[in-house]
């Protein structure tokens, strides 16, 4: 098993507090869901939509549900979704948040690297955003894998180790960051595949990083003062210009050397589990 630098129940103390006191501040009625999947600033979510394909009727289990994007988007479309996280508080919101939504979402406390409280094989997809680098990244494969139908999908994105200006990034946001966040690295890419069958991956965000640096330098935010993963959102409109042609640069650059996919800020992964 991949070994965190804390011990794993201190971690989930420290992790629940900070999600529990976030959630207090967050308005359910501005939680951006259909912006989440449309918004041309966030590409990961769209492109992961794009490989699930007609949810209606299927079996969602959300990992690290947050304010509810994610289960609350996919309830939308018709799927039964089981939002989870390890705040309860968070969980409330999730609840607030799909109500005004007009739908409904089943929740469970748990931590994303500890499923026992869910049975084997009891859903078609598994979608997590931004969760991995908050657990143990093998022992909720793991878990994944066990809650997943025979042919399931599980979908991720994540960020990347390996970008020097989001690591300064990184430690200039600690106001709205916790201790124990390991982004991922090229080295554990491997547990994917030695646990699925198929795995499909995308990175995003390279030079399209251009965008935090006008956030600091020219719009004069710290990024303690707004987090610039949701700023990207909450500030679309104004970004087009800027994110359109650099992203359509990144995809140009990905395509002829791929490996600088680990020198982005994101990366999205699509594993599927076998048949029987």
Same mark, same amino acid.
């Given at each position: 098993?991949?070994?965190?630098? !804390? ?32 918004? $041309?600033?966030?590409?990961?979510? +769209? %492109?992961? %939509?794009?490989?699930? *394909? ?11 549900? *947050?304010? *509810? ?30 109500? &005004?939504? *007009? ?23 598994? !979608?997590?955003?931004?969760?991995? &680098? &908050?657990?143990?990244?093998? +022992? $909720? ?27 300064? =990034? ?15 690295? =090229?080295? +554990?890419?491997? @547990? ?23 956030? !600091? ?11 610039? %993963? ?12 800027? !994110? ?19 020198? $982005? @800020? ?11």
């Amino acid at each position: 098993m991949s070994v965190l630098p !804390y011990d794993q129940a201190e971690r989930n103390d420290r992790e629940r507090a900070f999600h529990d006191d976030w959630s207090e501040v967050i308005d359910p009625a501005t939680v951006l869901v259909d912006e989440t999947f449309s918004a $041309c600033t966030s590409p990961e979510p +769209q %492109w992961i %939509w794009r490989r699930m *394909g007609d949810v209606r009727g299927k079996r969602l289990l959300e990992l690290g549900s *947050g304010a *509810g994007e994610g289960a609350v988007f996919f309830a939308k479309q018709g799927a039964s979704v089981v939002a989870t996280d390890i705040s309860p508080k968070m969980l409330e919101l999730v609840k607030n948040v799909a109500r &005004h939504h *007009g739908v409904s979402v089943e929740t469970q406390t748990c931590s994303a690297d500890d499923l026992s409280v869910l049975p084997a094989a009891s859903f078609d997809f598994v !979608y997590a955003a931004n969760l991995l &680098h &908050h657990v143990d990244i093998e +022992q $909720c494969l793991d878990q994944v894998k066990r809650v997943l139908k025979p042919g399931g999908m599980a979908a991720f994105w994540d960020p990347v180790a390996h970008n020097p200006v989001i690591n300064i =990034y990184r430690r200039m946001a600690s106001g709205v960051r916790t201790i124990d966040e390991h982004p991922i690295r =090229y080295s +554990q890419f491997g @547990w994917f595949r030695a646990r699925f069958p198929r795995v499909e991956v995308r990175f995003f965000w390279l030079s399209a990083l251009l965008i935090f640096v006008k956030f !600091y330098l020219i719009d004069r935010v710290h990024p303690n003062e707004d987090r610039y %993963w949701k700023r990207i959102l909450t500030h679309e409109a104004e970004l087009r210009a800027w !994110y359109k042609p650099l992203a359509f640069l990144d995809r140009i650059v990905l395509g002829v050397m791929p490996i600088l996919g680990w020198m $982005c @800020w994101n990366i999205g992964i699509v594993v599927w589990k076998e048949e029987e």
